[in-house]
């Protein structure tokens, strides 16, 4: 009986004291971490753009299977980044810097994961004390149609795919620095071409035809996650602001990034 006591203690000691011991290798995690200045953080702040909500045309009939059917969709109103998020951003705000790609700190971070993304936001929202996230697939192309200021082109700004974004014929084998081509009706850079980009949505090849039409979040469930716009090696028909693409959230390459949107309290 004495001995079944003192395992018993044991047992109960470890219960009690390997979550403390968790907890603080997290936190000491934490603290190797560099420091972030509220500079730095507001510098990520001051680059949202706010897009009101509103009506727009999702998908297209002429497009591939799962961008039809083209349907109405109605979002509420969000603040999304300027840009994607830059090397210099990711390395500041994580320690370090995976892109394929280096030496350009204001090239969009590249080998990233849609888990790797969620890290990031979750680190971002703990230094800030904001709410950051990624943007659903509706949202991501509300904003790069122009939202209320669409004029309708095929790519985001422009019908010519030149002035707005870098693909596989002038990208030169690489990404460029954000910003170099022409924003969308909104002010928005480098929604097409230059780095596909992360929506929070699962994938569904048919979901479309469910025609949700209100802040549509996507399935339950998919195959993949959801990346938009195309990139520096894609063929501009892949960069049109109705094209999606699939892929697993753990998959990473020198072409994957992502943008942050923010939403009011």
Same mark, same amino acid.
């Given at each position: 009986?004495?001995?079944?006591?003192?395992?018993?203690?044991?047992?109960?000691?470890?219960?009690? !004291?390997?979550?403390?011991?968790?907890?603080?290798?997290?936190?000491?995690?934490?603290?190797?971490?560099?420091?972030?200045?509220?500079?730095?953080?507001?510098?990520?702040?001051? +680059?949202?753009?706010?897009?009101?909500?509103?009506?727009?045309?999702?998908?297209?009939?002429?497009?591939?299977?799962?961008?039809?059917?083209?349907?109405?969709?109605?979002?509420?109103?969000?603040?999304?980044?300027?840009?994607?998020?830059?090397? @210099?951003?990711?390395?500041?705000?994580?320690?370090?810097?995976?892109?394929?790609?280096?030496?350009?700190?204001?090239?969009?971070?590249?080998?990233?994961?849609?888990?790797?993304?969620?890290?990031?936001?979750?680190?971002?929202?703990?230094?800030?004390?904001?709410?950051?996230?990624?943007?659903?697939?509706?949202?991501?192309?509300?904003?790069?149609?122009?939202?209320?200021?669409?004029?309708?082109? @095929?790519?985001?700004?422009?019908?010519?795919?030149?002035?707005?974004?870098?693909?596989?014929?002038?990208?030169?084998? @690489?990404?460029?620095?954000?910003?170099?081509?022409?924003?969308?009706?909104?002010?928005?850079?480098?929604?097409?071409?230059?780095?596909?980009?992360?929506?929070?949505?699962?994938?569904?090849?048919?979901?479309?035809?469910?025609?949700?039409?209100?802040?549509?979040?996507?399935?339950?469930?998919?195959?993949?996650?959801?990346?938009?716009?195309?990139?520096?090696?894609?063929?501009?028909?892949?960069?049109?602001?109705?094209?999606?693409?699939?892929?697993?959230?753990?998959?990473?390459?020198?072409?994957?990034?992502?943008?942050? !949107?923010?939403?009011? +309290?």
């Amino acid at each position: 009986m004495a001995l079944f006591r003192l395992l018993f203690t044991v047992v109960a000691l470890c219960v009690t !004291v390997l979550p403390g011991v968790a907890q603080k290798k997290k936190k000491d995690r934490d603290i190797n971490l560099p420091p972030v200045s509220k500079e730095f953080l507001d510098s990520i702040q001051n +680059n949202m753009v706010w897009v009101t909500g509103g009506r727009f045309i999702m998908g297209s009939d002429g497009g591939e299977m799962d961008e039809k059917p083209a349907h109405e969709v109605v979002v509420d109103g969000f603040a999304i980044s300027k840009f994607p998020v830059t090397q @210099r951003q990711w390395t500041v705000i994580m320690g370090s810097n995976p892109s394929e790609f280096t030496g350009c700190d204001q090239c969009p971070i590249d080998r990233v994961s849609w888990n790797d993304a969620q890290k990031f936001i979750d680190r971002l929202n703990k230094l800030s004390g904001k709410y950051y996230g990624l943007p659903t697939e509706a949202e991501w192309e509300f904003a790069a149609k122009g939202g209320l200021n669409s004029k309708g082109y @095929r790519y985001s700004g422009s019908d010519d795919i030149d002035q707005v974004g870098w693909y596989a014929f002038n990208s030169n084998r @690489r990404p460029h620095e954000v910003g170099e081509k022409m924003p969308n009706e909104l002010g928005l850079y480098d929604m097409t071409g230059n780095m596909w980009e992360w929506c929070q949505d699962w994938y569904e090849k048919f979901y479309y035809e469910l025609n949700e039409k209100y802040s549509p979040v996507g399935p339950s469930f998919g195959s993949g996650r959801v990346r938009r716009g195309g990139s520096w090696f894609t063929q501009a028909i892949n960069c049109r602001t109705s094209t999606r693409n699939n892929v697993k959230q753990d998959y990473k390459d020198d072409s994957g990034t992502f943008r942050l !949107v923010q939403y009011p +309290n």
